[in-house]
């Protein structure tokens, strides 16, 4: 199929940005956005939202996006942090496990271990989020055709019977794992299927079993079963492995037959709000920009459930892009918007090959998760060391590098009161932290770039509101103190800049402020 790319240039955009699919990502993306006063739209092809938990797990470095989005506060009542997981073999319990045992919370680490809940509830906290703003899905409104040109992308979709056309500068592609942008725009999407391993789930309900614990049963020689149960409602989310071979659609009977075969218990299902079944897929793109499209999430690169790792994955993708749209749009350079994919493709990469490393492990003997590199899992140690993005302008030896996540770390103002590193950092801005005395009056004149000066416990007492102090230590240990320091922190969390000439950092800015 050609894509036209000989659009005519008279033609003006309606919007700034077109948002392809309303799912986790795209929301994720739209919520960005929006507190960037970027003019979006975000449509979805769906009658109606969706009611079921494709994923259930908000890893810590997820929970840190969400913070910085504003929305932390009204999700964390909705889930809950070290599930115990109930063993049994048939109806008898084998043993308890905090799967996440001796897993804490440290300053520079407020979200240590993931947030158990269902994705559905997370997608309906943001919807809330875009209302707020007056932004709302636009649901029924299907992508039928894709034109585009080096200015303006033109988006035919569906709605009400009748097609419309949408004029934008720039569309997402956040449609899920049969995304319709990629097979439009014929991007190679390659990897495997694994046919031998197929899967029930969907979400029910039970009186039977409580919602203290995870309830699992990995000893059946038919394979795995899990009930897990959801917080502030009475779903569980019910998981069964099932032979490939077994064609059977997905019923609250066949639900219940497993059920009852692998248990030996006396548990009834009943109100089922999802039913499904899948087979593990396990895929990426080979390119995630096609002119003024981007292809993110599913869409982009679908996991191995195992380890939660593909929901999560999405939303760094959208919270990747998210800054860079905006600066573009506000006219900076343009070479900004290509860092997408060189960042993003090979963090895709890692993390299939991390998910199905899990997959493979959890199909031994055992049917465990290992638990010695959670920061890996939890998305902590991800980087952008080898990006374009990111500038090493010292040779001092520093706990951190360029492309690194910025730790948190509690501060105190002026006053003595206390305040999170996170604080500052939470927003659409640049984070400037430098802890000596530097001239900034040349970083001014940049938009969207905060400046604040991190005084060491017992020296110099700062000024102003400008200027904290390291009480405690936290940020010496995390940042280290040689004098003049500085460190550009991204809209994203992760630095840009580490320095300790200003002529360095202004360089550094002006070539991200390039028109």
């Not at 960005?32 to 970027?38: A, E, K």
């Not at 996440?100 to 520079?108: A, R």
């Not at 680490?109 to 707020?132: D, G, V």
């Not at 396990?282 to 292809?295: E, N, P, Q, Y």
Request: overall charge negative; glycine content about 8%; aromatic content about 10%.
């Amino acid at each position: 199929m050609e894509i036209n790319t000989h659009k005519k240039k008279t033609v003006s955009a309606d919007i700034e940005v077109l948002i392809v699919g309303a799912g986790l990502t795209g929301l994720t993306l739209a919520c960005d956005l929006l507190r960037r006063g970027i003019n979006f739209r975000i449509i979805d092809k769906s009658p109606e939202y969706f009611p079921g938990s494709r994923g259930k797990g908000l890893v810590p470095r997820s929970l840190e996006v969400f913070d910085d989005l504003g929305v932390i506060d009204e999700l964390l009542p909705y889930g809950y942090f070290h599930p115990i997981i109930r063993e049994y073999d048939g109806p008898n319990v084998l043993k308890d496990e905090d799967v996440h045992k001796g897993i804490s919370n440290t300053p520079n680490t407020p979200y240590a271990s993931p947030l158990w809940m269902p994705q559905f509830q997370i997608e309906h906290t943001l919807r809330e989020q875009l209302a707020k703003g007056g932004k709302y899905v636009e649901l029924a409104t299907e992508l039928t055709n894709i034109e585009q040109n080096e200015n303006i992308v033109t988006a035919t979709v569906q709605k009400e019977g009748q097609p419309q056309e949408i004029n934008c500068l720039y569309l997402v592609a956040s449609d899920g794992g049969r995304s319709f942008v990629r097979k439009f725009l014929q991007v190679g999407f390659w990897g495997e299927t694994r046919e031998t391993i197929r899967a029930f789930v969907g979400d029910v309900h039970t009186d039977a079993l409580d919602h203290e614990h995870t309830h699992m049963w990995k000893k059946h020689p038919d394979g795995f079963l899990a009930l897990t149960p959801f917080a502030k409602n009475d779903i569980f989310q019910f998981q069964a492995q099932v032979d490939p071979d077994f064609e059977a659609e997905p019923t609250l009977e066949l639900f219940q037959q497993i059920l009852n075969q692998r248990t030996g218990m006396d548990i009834k299902l009943y109100d089922p709000t999802w039913l499904s079944s899948f087979k593990v897929n396990i895929r990426m793109v080979d390119r995630s920009i096609i002119g003024r499209v981007f292809i993110a999430g599913d869409a982009a690169h679908v996991h191995s459930p195992t380890g939660g790792q593909g929901m999560n994955t999405g939303i760094q993708d959208a919270y990747n892009l998210g800054w860079k749209l905006g600066l573009v749009l506000q006219g900076t350079n343009s070479r900004l918007l290509q860092t997408y994919q060189e960042e993003r493709l090979p963090v895709a990469a890692a993390v299939l090959k991390l998910s199905t490393q899990l997959l493979d492990k959890f199909k031994s003997a055992e049917r465990s998760l290992p638990t010695d590199d959670n920061n890996e899992r939890f998305q902590l140690r991800l980087n952008y060391r080898n990006s374009s993005l990111s500038k090493q302008a010292t040779l001092l030896p520093l706990p951190l590098q360029a492309g690194d996540r910025a730790p948190d770390a509690p501060l105190q103002n002026s006053n003595g009161g206390p305040i999170r590193l996170f604080d500052l950092f939470r927003g659409p801005h640049f984070t400037i932290l430098f802890t000596g005395d530097i001239p900034t009056d040349n970083l001014t004149q940049h938009k969207n770039i905060k400046l604040f000066r991190i005084a060491q416990h017992g020296g110099a007492q700062p000024g102003g509101a400008d200027s904290f102090v390291d009480a405690d230590g936290y940020f010496s240990s995390a940042y280290g103190v040689p004098q003049n320091l500085i460190y550009a922190v991204r809209p994203d969390g992760y630095i840009g800049f580490i320095g300790d000439d200003t002529l360095d950092l202004i360089s550094y800015m002006d070539f991200l402020y390039r028109t």
